[in-house]
């Protein structure tokens, strides 16, 4: 493996989003010197934090799955991820609701997901899903530590036993088709393929092997954190205080300064400069493209994934059908994936992520009050409506979604709203994402691995990429791992763990008091 040369005592990690939290903890417990610094007034990135009124609102990402590996972050310092939040598994981790009227719970323990696909589709199905779980658990453990869990210095590094391993297990043909040799009933097929709108392609044509995130959401287990999502990287960012690293908060940079191949020091906008031995750029890749003065050349420009509407809303009521993450399908399918990464029209027939975060948590509203969080998936701003169309087409669309809430069954929620914030592709392309998406460069298997944007850079001896535009990708399991991979390449190895008997593999149990809770 690659890493930085020369001296690496003290690193200046740009961004304190959960990337750059997990590098900064992954270099504390490597001895290094970290100063954290970040543009906002405090930590969170992506998974930050808004308030409505009385409302506490998670702006970014609202699904915890593999939880082990933010507790590698704090073992990395002596510490853990249970003693500083409290996490709650999620039973079940989805309801799914279908345009036919019937709904599936979406169970990550394996007896009770058989019996409730039984119950939903009969013994035929069920026996499939046995089949799909096994298959799903095989992938994890043929691409987790040589194909994600990785730094990738070339395609070559591919040329593996575990690269055979994948391809038997059917990793290179489609996902959709893959998932359909275990499930026929058309509903199941989706619960298991949706998560391929993470990874910015359609089921029809991602690689199987992307059911790897299907086996995160379905499989591993999905959990919510007390105070929120943000309750996370708020406590990454007080170990790593705690274990050394100086925060510095509200502290855009502006420049890097440069002689001799490596970066001498972060300049501030405030004109203040901080010398460093290394650097870990965390920001977005246009941000960090322009700090370094360039971006690499690729034969063709990075393609994005499709962007979301998210309406958040503090509402005087709530749904009893709803849990704590509902997915509700449209009843078109490969026509919506058309209109998300090719036509870049609209879904003439969506499926919603609903979130009520409510559910597990009541202090994030007032008494009696409830959040719920509404991602609508739309094209992004290189396919779809451009990012100032959406001045005058958010509201309207706005609109139109708590018109299709309001026949999906959550009948009054245009009354019950006190508090909403409205987030578009008009808001992400003002926070600096790219093509107006909060999920980044998408994973086509020319963007994915080896042949996506590599963590270090060309010509510049000390300067390490981490986040989700880079190794190995977008979510906050990999996010994570981004960050351990980003610490690597400073310190020459994997960061080590330095709680006696850890393995990689651990996942917390729930804290003390923190049991299964009934989400309906």
Same mark, same amino acid.
């Given at each position: 493996?690659?890493?930085? %040369?020369?001296?690496?005592?003290?690193?200046?990690?740009?961004?304190?989003?959960?990337?750059?939290?997990?590098?900064?903890?992954?270099?504390?417990?490597?001895?290094?010197?970290?100063?954290?610094?970040?543009?906002?007034?405090?930590?969170?990135?992506?998974?930050?934090?808004?308030?409505?009124?009385?409302?506490?609102?998670? +702006?970014?990402?609202?699904?915890?799955?593999?939880?082990?590996?933010?507790?590698?972050?704090?073992?990395?310092?002596?510490?853990?991820?249970?003693?500083?939040?409290?996490?709650?598994?999620?039973?079940?981790?989805?309801?799914?609701?279908?345009?036919?009227? +019937?709904?599936?719970?979406?169970? %990550?323990?394996?007896?009770?997901?058989?019996?409730?696909?039984?119950?939903?589709?009969?013994?035929?199905?069920?026996?499939?899903?046995?089949?799909?779980?096994?298959?799903?658990?095989?992938?994890?453990?043929? !691409?987790?530590?040589?194909?994600?869990?990785?730094?990738?210095?070339?395609?070559?590094?591919?040329?593996?036993?575990?690269?055979?391993?994948?391809?038997?297990?059917? #990793?290179?043909?489609?996902?959709?088709?893959?998932?359909?040799?275990?499930?026929?009933?058309?509903?199941?097929?989706?619960?298991?393929?949706?998560?391929?709108?993470?990874?910015?392609?359609?089921?029809?044509?991602?690689?199987?092997?992307?059911?790897?995130?299907?086996?995160?959401?379905?499989?591993?287990?999905?959990?919510?954190?007390?105070?929120?999502?943000?309750?996370?990287?708020?406590?990454?960012?007080?170990?790593?205080?705690?274990?050394?690293?100086?925060?510095?908060?509200?502290?855009?940079?502006?420049?890097?300064?440069?002689?001799?191949?490596?970066?001498?020091?972060?300049?501030?906008?405030?004109?203040?400069?901080?010398?460093?031995?290394?650097?870990?750029?965390?920001?977005?890749?246009?941000? =960090?493209?322009?700090?370094?003065?360039?971006?690499?050349?690729?034969?063709?420009?990075?393609?994005?994934?499709?962007?979301?509407?998210?309406?958040?809303?503090?509402?005087?009521? %709530?749904?009893?059908?709803?849990?704590?993450?509902?997915?509700?399908? #449209?009843?078109?399918?490969?026509?919506?994936?058309?209109?998300?990464?090719?036509?870049?029209?609209l879904m003439s027939d969506p499926s919603l992520l609903i979130t009520r975060p409510t559910?597990?948590?009541?202090?994030?509203?007032?008494?009696?009050?409830?959040?719920?969080?509404?991602?609508?998936?739309?094209?992004?701003?290189?396919?779809?409506?451009?990012?100032?169309?959406?001045?005058?087409? #958010?509201?309207?669309?706005?609109?139109?979604?708590?018109?299709?809430?309001?026949?999906?069954?959550?009948?009054?929620?245009?009354?019950?709203?006190?508090?909403e914030l409205l987030v578009t592709p008009l808001d992400w392309t003002a926070q600096g994402h790219a093509a107006g998406s909060p999920f980044s460069v998408s994973h086509?298997?020319? !963007?994915?691995?080896?042949?996506?944007?590599?963590?270090?850079?060309?010509?510049?001896?000390?300067?390490?990429?981490?986040?989700?535009?880079?190794?190995?990708?977008?979510?906050?399991?990999?996010?994570?791992?981004?960050?351990?991979?980003?610490?690597?390449?400073?310190?020459?190895?994997?960061?080590?763990?330095?709680?006696?008997?850890?393995?990689?593999?651990?996942?917390?149990? =729930?804290? +003390?008091?923190?049991?299964?809770?009934?989400?309906?």
């Amino acid at each position: 493996m690659r890493t930085v %040369t020369g001296p690496t005592d003290h690193v200046v990690v740009v961004g304190a989003g959960l990337s750059g939290l997990a590098c900064a903890l992954h270099l504390l417990g490597a001895g290094r010197r970290v100063t954290l610094v970040e543009r906002d007034a405090g930590p969170g990135g992506r998974a930050g934090r808004a308030r409505l009124g009385e409302y506490l609102v998670d +702006t970014g990402p609202t699904v915890l799955t593999m939880p082990h590996l933010a507790d590698e972050a704090f073992a990395a310092v002596g510490e853990s991820l249970g003693r500083h939040v409290e996490l709650m598994p999620l039973h079940p981790a989805y309801r799914a609701g279908f345009a036919d009227g +019937t709904s599936l719970d979406v169970h %990550t323990e394996a007896d009770a997901m058989e019996a409730e696909v039984r119950r939903f589709a009969g013994p035929a199905e069920a026996a499939g899903y046995r089949g799909l779980r096994e298959w799903l658990e095989r992938l994890y453990r043929a !691409q987790m530590r040589r194909f994600i869990d990785t730094n990738f210095d070339s395609p070559f590094q591919l040329a593996h036993p575990d690269l055979a391993r994948l391809a038997a297990l059917g #990793g290179f043909g489609r996902l959709d088709g893959r998932i359909g040799r275990f499930l026929s009933d058309a509903r199941l097929r989706r619960v298991f393929s949706f998560q391929a709108l993470y990874a910015g392609v359609a089921p029809a044509r991602a690689l199987a092997a992307y059911a790897v995130i299907a086996y995160m959401d379905t499989v591993a287990g999905v959990w919510f954190p007390k105070g929120g999502m943000h309750a996370l990287p708020r406590a990454m960012a007080d170990v790593a205080a705690g274990a050394g690293a100086e925060l510095r908060w509200s502290a855009e940079v502006s420049a890097l300064e440069r002689s001799a191949g490596r970066v001498r020091a972060v300049r501030l906008a405030s004109g203040e400069g901080i010398p460093c031995d290394a650097v870990v750029l965390t920001c977005e890749l246009p941000a =960090a493209h322009r700090l370094l003065g360039r971006a690499p050349r690729r034969p063709v420009p990075l393609r994005h994934s499709p962007s979301a509407v998210v309406l958040h809303a503090g509402t005087d009521r %709530t749904w009893p059908h709803l849990a704590h993450h509902t997915l509700s399908f #449209g009843a078109a399918w490969e026509r919506t994936f058309d209109e998300l990464t090719r036509s870049g029209t609209l879904m003439s027939d969506p499926s919603l992520l609903i979130t009520r975060p409510t559910t597990h948590d009541a202090s994030l509203a007032p008494p009696g009050r409830h959040l719920h969080y509404v991602l609508a998936p739309c094209p992004n701003t290189s396919v779809g409506p451009s990012a100032a169309a959406w001045r005058d087409l #958010g509201p309207r669309y706005r609109d139109s979604l708590v018109a299709e809430l309001e026949r999906r069954g959550l009948d009054g929620f245009a009354a019950s709203v006190e508090e909403e914030l409205l987030v578009t592709p008009l808001d992400w392309t003002a926070q600096g994402h790219a093509a107006g998406s909060p999920f980044s460069v998408s994973h086509t298997f020319a !963007q994915t691995g080896p042949f996506r944007p590599r963590n270090l850079v060309r010509g510049l001896d000390n300067v390490v990429l981490a986040g989700c535009g880079t190794t190995p990708g977008v979510g906050v399991p990999t996010v994570l791992i981004s960050g351990k991979l980003a610490a690597a390449r400073v310190t020459g190895g994997r960061t080590r763990v330095t709680r006696a008997g850890r393995s990689p593999e651990h996942r917390p149990s =729930a804290p +003390t008091g923190a049991g299964a809770h009934d989400p309906s």
